[in-house]
T-cell receptor, first 111, second 115 residues
Framework: EDQVTQSPEALRLQEGESSSLNCSYTVSGLRGLFWYRQDPGKGPEFLFTLYSAGEEKEKERLKATLTKKESFLHITAPKPEDSATYLCAVLKKGGSEKLVFGKGTKLTVNP | DAGVIQSPRHEVTEMGQEVTLRCKPISGHNSLFWYRQTMMRGLELLIYFNNNVPIDDSGMPEDRFSAKMPNASFSTLKIQPSEPRDSAVYFC?????????????FGPGTRLTVL
C-alpha cells in the first residue's frame, strides 16, 4: 500500500535556526513528489514538484530535495512567517491523478 | 484569477440532515478533486473528475456520500444523511492535467460540523 510518512510531527525553531523536514514514501513507481504549505484555516498552497531522484528546487529560504525513498525540505534561516504546516504528497505511476498525502509537519518559528 | 471557490465556508448541521458542499474550479482547469481533512487521518482524496467525468471514487467512504460535476465550472459533494463522524474540513482542488504530473490548486475549504 502506498504510504507517506512525515517527520517530525512538530518542530519548533528560533528565528535564523536552519533545519530540515523529512518525507519518506513507499510507492510503486513515482511520477512526482509535491510539497505544500498550509496555514491555519486555509487550503494547502503549492510549493514544489520533484520528479526524479537527485532533483533539487529552491524558493526563497526553502530547498526541496529528492532521493529514491525520501524527500527533504530544508529551511535556511527561517523567519516567523515561515510558521505553517508543511505537507508532502506523492503521485504514483499508472495514470491516476490521486495524490497521497502525509500528515504534515507543523513548523513554528519563534522570533 | 479568483482561485478555487468553495461554499459555504462553515456549515453546522444536525445528525441526519442533508449537507451540500459547492465548488467552482479555476477557469480552464479540466480536473477537480474533493478531499477531506481530519486530525486523525490527514488529507484524503474522496473523488476526482476529469472533463466532468468521475475517474476515481475509491475514497468515498460510503453510499451516504455522492458527488456531481454537471459542468466544467461547478461541482457538489452531498452527504445524506450526515453523521457526527463526517465532521471535518472538506477541500476542493483543481488542476489542468495534460499528461505529466501537475500541481493541484486548493480552495479555502468548508468546515463541517455535524452535531
Amino acid at each position: 500500500e502506498d504510504q507517506v510518512t512525515q517527520s517530525p510531527e512538530a518542530l519548533r525553531l528560533q528565528e535564523g535556526e536552519s533545519s530540515s523536514l523529512n518525507c519518506s514514501y513507499t510507492v510503486s513507481g513515482l511520477r512526482g513528489l509535491f510539497w505544500y504549505r498550509q496555514d491555519p484555516g486555509k487550503g494547502p498552497e503549492f510549493l514544489f514538484t520533484l520528479y526524479s531522484a537527485g532533483e533539487e528546487k529552491e524558493k526563497e529560504r526553502l530547498k526541496a530535495t529528492l532521493t529514491k525513498k525520501e524527500s527533504f525540505l530544508h529551511i535556511t534561516a527561517p523567519k516567523p512567517e515561515d510558521s505553517a504546516t508543511y505537507l508532502c504528497a506523492v503521485l504514483k505511476k499508472g495514470g491516476s491523478e490521486k495524490l497521497v498525502f502525509g500528515k504534515g509537519t507543523k513548523l513554528t518559528v519563534n522570533p | 484569477d479568483a482561485g478555487v471557490i468553495q461554499s459555504p465556508r462553515h456549515e453546522v448541521t444536525e445528525m441526519g440532515q442533508e449537507v451540500t458542499l459547492r465548488c467552482k474550479p479555476i477557469s480552464g482547469h479540466n480536473s477537480l478533486f474533493w478531499y477531506r481533512q481530519t486530525m486523525m487521518r490527514g488529507l484524503e482524496l474522496l473523488i476526482y473528475f476529469n472533463n466532468n467525468v468521475p475517474i476515481d471514487d475509491s475514497g468515498m467512504p460510503e453510499d451516504r456520500f455522492s458527488a456531481k460535476m454537471p459542468n466544467a465550472s461547478f461541482s457538489t459533494l452531498k452527504i445524506q444523511p450526515s453523521e457526527p463522524r463526517d465532521s471535518a474540513v472538506y477541500f476542493c482542488a483543481s488542476s489542468f492535467v495534460a499528461g505529466g504530473p501537475v500541481e493541484q490548486f486548493f480552495g479555502p475549504g468548508t468546515r463541517l460540523t455535524v452535531l
